[in-house]
T-cell receptor, first 112, second 116 residues
Framework: DAKTTQPNSMESNEEEPVHLPCNHS???????IHWYRQLPSQGPEYVIH???SNVNNRMASLAIAEDRKSSTLILHRATLRDAAVYYC?????????????FGQGTTLQVKP | GAGVSQTPSNKVTEKGKYVELRCDPI?????LYWYRQSLGQGPEFLIY????????DSGLPNDRFFAVRPEGSVSTLKIQRTERGDSAVYLC??????????????FGQGTRLTVV
């Protein structure tokens, strides 16, 4: 699986938007971009995934660069409950296993 | 709730002992995964089951680690002759299927294993 690069940490103020970047310059044409997050003392939880087009769901939006070498997870209005480690993961559609290869992720701190 | 359930939530064992960690996946999910997470690190893949069979066990660190899923539902991760380096949070996840596009994984809360 191709590698992703994320900043180690980011800070945000409550009720402001947050843009979490992810670089994946070696992405292949059939790699899906998945985002998971892990709240303190919890298992990871799915946030969103996409292939080429931008995606929106109730939790977040995913903006994918036209060349697909980078993507950005957007939390439209951060709350204190969004403080977590956010993982950007690539997974090949052709993969015969749904296993996820986690990196270090980005630790998001939300300030009141 | 109907989420992934892991028991026990905490386990303290002595070096050299045998431990079993249990995972109850979401009903109907054919894919089940075990991960291990050390402090400050992302989860590390251990093994993947599709139904009853281990389809990918490439992440198991050595032969002291073994996992089973005899009826395609509950899974047990077994660790023999535990070492202090085995101390970590062991996470279980399940998904509707292991292949294809829609493989959203649902994780349990994990079992914190401490080997003293």
């Amino acid at each position: 699986d191709a590698k992703t690069t994320q900043p180690n940490s980011m800070e945000s103020n409550e009720e402001e938007p947050v843009h979490l970047p992810c670089n994946h310059s070696t992405i292949s044409g059939t790699d899906y971009i998945h985002w998971y997050r892990q709240l303190p003392s919890q298992g990871p939880e799915y946030v969103i995934h996409g292939l080429t087009s931008n995606v929106n769901n109730r939790m977040a939006s995913l903006a994918i660069a036209e060349d697909r070498k980078s993507s950005t997870l957007i939390l439209h209005r951060a709350t204190l409950r969004d403080a977590a480690v956010y993982y950007c993961i690539l997974r090949a559609l052709s993969s015969n296993t749904g296993k996820l290869i986690f990196g270090q992720g980005t630790t998001l701190q939300v300030k009141p | 709730g109907a989420g992934v359930s892991q028991t026990p939530s905490n386990k303290v064992t002595e070096k050299g002992k045998y431990v079993e960690l249990r995972c109850d996946p979401i009903s109907g999910h054919t894919a089940l995964y075990w991960y291990r997470q050390s402090l400050g690190q992302g989860p590390e893949f251990l093994i993947y089951f599709q139904g009853t069979g281990a389809a990918d066990d490439s992440g198991l660190p050595n032969d002291r680690f073994f996992a089973v899923r005899p009826e395609g539902s509950v899974s047990t991760l077994k660790i023999q002759r535990t070492e202090r380096g085995d101390s970590a949070v062991y996470l279980c996840a399940s998904s509707r299927t292991g292949t294809g596009m829609n493989t959203e994984a649902f994780f349990g809360q994990g079992t914190r294993l401490t080997v003293v």
